[in-house]
Nanobody, 123 residues
Framework: QVHLVESGGRLVQAGGSLRLSCVAS????????LAWFRQTPGEAREFVAA????????IYADSLKGRFTISRDNAENTLYLQMNTLKSEDTAVYYC????????????????WGQGTQVTVSS
């Protein structure tokens, strides 16, 4: 079992950048495949990106490739999401998720979740 806590969300202007963090406690961080999802009110939770246990490989939602970068520091038990050239449509609560295996883009397939951090992009 792993406990995930996100941080870094805030209000930012369109075109700006932001880096989110997700710190893990309990469990062995380096054993988990990790992912970022996001959700806006009234909408389904949306897959953003995922990264392998070593950090060597990552996968992104097609619409976000080139603007967002997922990374991890296993020594610091921390997952990151670097977001560049932010747009108003990136406004959402961002969640990190973890599992022992890659579970794809369906949120219900992932076992562990953080509480989320709010990102608001003003236009």
């Amino acid at each position: 079992q792993v406990h995930l806590v996100e941080s870094g969300g805030r209000l930012v202007q369109a075109g700006g950048s932001l880096r989110l963090s997700c710190v893990a406690s309990e469990g062995t961080f380096s054993s988990y495949v990790l992912a970022w999802f996001r959700q806006t009110p009234g909408e389904a939770r949306e897959f953003v990106a995922a990264i392998t246990v070593s950090g060597a490989h990552s996968i992104y939602a097609d619409s976000l490739k080139g603007r967002f970068t997922i990374s991890r520091d296993n020594a610091e038990n921390t997952l990151y999401l670097q977001m560049n050239t932010l747009k108003s449509e990136d406004t959402a609560v961002y969640y990190c998720a973890g599992d022992l295996f890659y579970r794809g883009s369906v949120p219900s397939n992932w076992d562990y979740w953080g509480q989320g951090t709010q990102v608001t992009v003003s236009s």
